[in-house]
């Protein structure tokens, strides 16, 4: 039986067997042997309260006994105007309207969208070029692709792409422009900055219509956050080219690095916000966007009020239900105060493992996303090799020892990087914080061994 289920299954890697998952308590995940994970990133960052709130579960299966579907273009359903309610009032000031979807990528598709739009009904039938960053994943459908930086991901759909343009995203520690922070900020001269103004030009204002970003980046980064600075740039640079700002919370929002929205501790607002992954802490696919009143009143003044577009999964009730009874937890469990809390102390903790394990060249983020960037030799500025060797073993080692993180690489040549991720749930304990630290110092230990053979 079992090998039967799996050999109809077509998932990423058809070479690999994984191990089977049961069920799931709290931080961990368990498999058929009762063996336990420590789920040290929270699935794909987005399992962000555990396993197990009844809770959640209870909601979404009362949603479920009142209708299979509601479509979204002919009805409505209370919960929807309660989420959309919940999540209008946690976002910027004029950010109120939230459209929902099954989860980041088509979140980040509708915002292309949205923006293409939003332009062309005004009349500037040209804009339609987005302008993202090397460092970036948006997701895995075409035009989010398309936006992103995953060269790996890219690549064998080049001649599928839309030619957007990409730019590179700050990253102080080892700048991709070799340039140095205090320089940049004593001379007030950003070249992450001078770039996007410089891209702006050769492309043509007139051409593009949106800048796309992670407000710290995720996979592609390992959590790097940018200079406080830098995005309040980016949104003088966009509202002087009428380009739309999106920015990008599917992996940061929900109290994820301490505030609600990440984009809150860079004191702007975009004109689009796009999120995904906590807002149903896992339980149900769910995304959105929340979209700026001037778009709002762009759309109602100049196309109708009609936004061309949809999917018949669009807040589907029990997503929804999922979401809402998700948030409240969030404000039930005081999760920003645990955020702050845990993710102080976890930094800490790992500030101290780095000194014992100097593979650890670089430890960043926010709250509870925290990156580990890896290197072969800090001091000589060494890289493993091949890239992304070394994140797949070391997560393949903690796996073994019964934790989980979340491996990845920098994604272009010359600016490269090794990196694994965590970001456990949000309401981890001190003493879950304790068994990641030991896990982690564990299989660098073991990790150290592999790499002398
Ligand atoms: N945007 C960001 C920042 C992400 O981290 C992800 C997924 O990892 C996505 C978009 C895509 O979301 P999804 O996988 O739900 O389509």
Known sequence: MDEIKRDYVFHRDLTKKYPMITHGEGSYLIDEQGKKYLDGCSGAVAANLGHGIAQIAEAMAEQAKKAAFVHTLRFETDVLHKLAGVIGKMAPLHLNKVYFTSGGSEANESALKLARQYHRDAGKTQKHIVIGRWQSYHGNTIGALSAGGDVKRRYPYTPNLLHFAHVYSPYCHRCPYNRNQEDCVANQNWSCVTDIERTILELGPENISAFIAEPIVGSQQGAVVPPLDYFKKVRELCSRYDILLIIDEVMTGFGRTGTDFAVEQFGIEPDILTFGKGVSAGYAPLGGMIVHDSLIQGLLENSSGKFLHGYTYSGHPVSIAAGLAALDMYEEMNILQNVETQGA?????LVALQRKHPYISDIRGRGLLIGLELMKDANQQIFFEPREAASEK???????LGGVF????????????????????????????????????????????????
């Open 406 to 453: 979340y491996p990845g690489s920098g994604s272009i040549d010359g600016h490269k990087g090794e990196h694994i991720i965590i970001s456990p749930p949000l309401n981890i304990t001190k003493s879950e914080v304790d068994e990641i630290v030991r896990l982690l110092d564990h299989a660098f230990s073991i990790f150290y061994q592999h790499i002398r053979k």
């Open 345 to 349: 102390y976890l930094m800490e903790c």
């Open 394 to 400: 070391l997560n393949e080692i903690c796996m073994e």
